[in-house]
């Protein structure tokens, strides 16, 4: 245990309190998903997320892998940049992510190149998550995946299809695409998330939030890390 770091004991302990004497109709698991469910490390190196490995194995062709990297190296240092405020990195983020969407559709994104990046980008969900998704489920208690992920829903789903574990209490809210007949991207679904809106807020925009989930705000708790 003297590996973790709890930036804020008093807020922890709160929030413990909170979830005493809950039984699990009441209780919903938040996760985000690139990092966090996934490993963060792949031999020592960094993984990269869904769209990353799109991106550094070359599936769509050296012209996009090169515009791919220019946005990030552009707009990346704006969303890590602790001086720039909350309302510009919005705007900032939105529009990469909008832009980063029309290349890939532009470079003719396909549910097969999805599939066949994923298979083999070695990318593994981290030690212990096949008992964490079975043990909320056999508690009926719903795991929300809530990711910003480039590669949208598609991604996450073909990920958890391989390791069986997209159960029916696990929902997905990203971002996801419209495809033609033939498995080809045609556009984005909106609202688009990115990495500074992912509050309750997205959340209403997504059927399963009024239908199957009660999200208490008492007890909705969503950090960006």
Same mark, same amino acid.
């Given at each position: ?12 302990? =709160? ?14 698991? /938040? ?17 990269? +997320? ?5 991106? *550094? ?9 090169? =515009?791919?990297?220019?946005? +990030? ?22 529009? !990469? !992510? ?17 599939e066949k990046a994923i298979k083999? +980008? ?31 829903? *598609? ?14 209490? @696990?929902?997905? /809210?990203?971002? +996801?695409?419209? !495809? ?7 556009? /984005? ?32 708790? !969503?950090?960006? @890390?």
């Amino acid at each position: 245990m003297e590996n973790i770091i709890i930036p804020n004991p008093t807020r922890l302990e =709160k929030i413990k309190e909170n979830f005493r004497g809950l039984n699990s109709s009441q209780i919903q698991v /938040v996760s985000d998903f690139d990092c966090t469910l996934t490993t963060n490390l792949i031999e020592g190196r960094r993984a990269p +997320s869904l769209v990353g490995i799109l991106r *550094e194995g070359n599936y769509l062709g050296a012209d996009y892998s090169a =515009k791919a990297q220019a946005l +990030s190296d552009h707009y990346r240092p704006i969303e890590v940049d602790p001086l720039i405020p909350l309302e510009e990195k919005k705007i900032a983020m939105e529009t !990469w !992510w909008q832009k980063h969407f029309d290349l890939l559709i532009a470079s003719n994104l396909n549910k097969a190149d999805m599939e066949k990046a994923i298979k083999q +980008s070695g990318l593994q969900l981290r030690s212990g998550a096949e008992e964490f998704f079975n043990f909320l489920q056999q508690k009926n208690i719903p795991l929300v995946i809530f990711s910003a992920s480039g590669l949208g829903q *598609e991604g996450i789903e073909l990920m958890l299809q391989e390791q069986k574990l997209l159960l029916d209490n @696990v929902y997905l /809210v990203a971002n +996801s695409f419209v !495809w033609d007949d033939r498995g080809r991207a045609l556009k /984005v679904q909106e609202p688009i998330i990115h990495s500074f809106n992912k509050d309750e807020a997205v959340l209403q925009n997504f059927p399963f939030f009024l239908k199957r989930l009660r999200i208490d705000p008492i007890l909705f708790y !969503w950090e960006i @890390v």
